[in-house]
């Protein structure tokens, strides 16, 4: 098959409806995984096609001071300090910093209009609420933009940045080998808002990837501190992230106006497993010495290291 046809052949697929994607039909599934070698080849070739006005999304787009902190500490973790020290923390287990770069969003958002312009099948993600313009990420999903250049950028915020940072802020070492995420988008019309959860996730980053000047109202997020009862509620700043544990219960009011669009990524342990019981659990066994390792335990050095283990094929949803 030429390269032309794997493209072709990719946009002509018939996708499943999304109230068969919503009732999970066995024939859901069947259709991304028996697509699956087609849909990676043909993202591949849309990557090659479009070499020459596509952007190659890599850390220069994430926010320069971030950019220092993290570059510093990978080199010596005891730096690690400047990177805590750009989190505020808004509430137990929950903070915010600027993630993105704002002057870069723009080609950054043009890259996904470029994606979802590709009219190659993406799966939205129907396992929770937002169900019609987000995007799995993460290759152990159906249907994930399986784009070489954006999953090297992807495993870089997972790896590079995310997990370290987890680590330092919300002691998650031990639960945090496997990755997760998807795009989401709010509406006035339609997927307004989220009604009170938690995740299923050790960590949760959600990035908000709105410009500059691209306002919307509404959209607050609350965060619920089951310790004292008390709610705190966060509007997110273009390229703002939030992080926080996976057991913060937290919700999204209705979007009034405009847009929200933020991309959501998780970390968790093999076999999806997360920690219990609140902060004081988050920690892992050494199976070697039968004890718990907790976050206290470890080294800086610890923190700034991937895990060795292989990805499994677990997934949220």
Same mark, same amino acid.
């Given at each position: ?7 072709? =052949?990719?946009?002509? /697929? ?46 220069? /787009? ?12 990978? =080199? ?15 509430? *137990?287990?929950?903070? #915010? ?41 993460? *290759? ?49 019309? %339609? ?5 009170? $959860? ?12 709105? /410009? *500059? ?16 009862? %008390? ?12 992080? $926080?544990?996976?057991?913060?219960? $937290?919700?999204? $009011? ?8 933020? /991309? ?27 004890? #718990? #390792? ?16 292989? %990805?499994?094929?677990?997934? *949220?949803?």
């Amino acid at each position: 098959m030429t390269n032309k046809n794997i493209l072709e =052949e990719a946009r002509a /697929l018939t996708l499943p409806t999304r109230e068969a994607s919503l009732n999970r039909e066995a024939s859901v599934s069947h259709f991304w995984n028996s697509n699956r070698d087609l849909l990676e080849e043909a993202w591949a070739e849309w990557e090659i096609e479009n070499k020459d006005n596509l952007l190659v999304p890599d850390e220069t /787009l994430l926010d320069p001071r971030l950019q220092k902190a993290i570059k510093d500490a990978w =080199e010596n973790p005891e730096k690690e300090s400047s990177v805590a020290d750009l989190w505020e923390e808004i509430s *137990p287990g929950v903070y #915010v910093a600027q993630f993105f770069n704002p002057e870069r969003l723009a080609d950054f958002r043009k890259y996904l209009e470029a994606v979802v312009n590709s009219q190659i099948p993406k799966r939205a993600p129907y396992g929770i609420q937002l169900n019609r313009y987000g995007i799995m990420l993460d *290759p152990r999903s159906e249907g994930y933009l399986a784009a070489p250049n954006f999953q090297a950028f992807y495993n870089d915020i997972m790896d590079r940045y995310m997990r370290p940072i987890a680590r330092l802020l919300l002691g998650t070492y031990g639960y945090d080998n496997q990755t997760f995420g998807f795009s989401i988008q709010y509406n006035p019309d %339609k997927d307004k808002d989220l009604n009170g $959860h938690t995740d299923a996730s050790a960590a949760t980053l959600n990035i908000n990837i709105n /410009l *500059p000047g691209e306002a919307f109202t509404g959209s607050q997020v609350d965060f619920y501190d089951k310790t004292t009862g %008390k709610t705190v509620q966060t509007t997110f700043e273009s390229g703002q992230a939030i992080i $926080h544990r996976g057991d913060v219960a $937290h919700a999204t $009011h209705p979007i009034i106006s405009g847009q929200r669009s933020n /991309l959501v990524v998780w970390l968790y342990g093999d076999r999806m497993q997360i920690p219990r019981g609140g902060a004081s659990s988050y920690g892992s066994v050494d199976n070697s010495e039968s004890k #718990v #390792v907790t976050s206290d335990s470890i080294s800086a050095r610890e923190r700034w290291t991937v895990p060795k283990s292989p %990805k499994d094929t677990f997934a *949220p949803f």
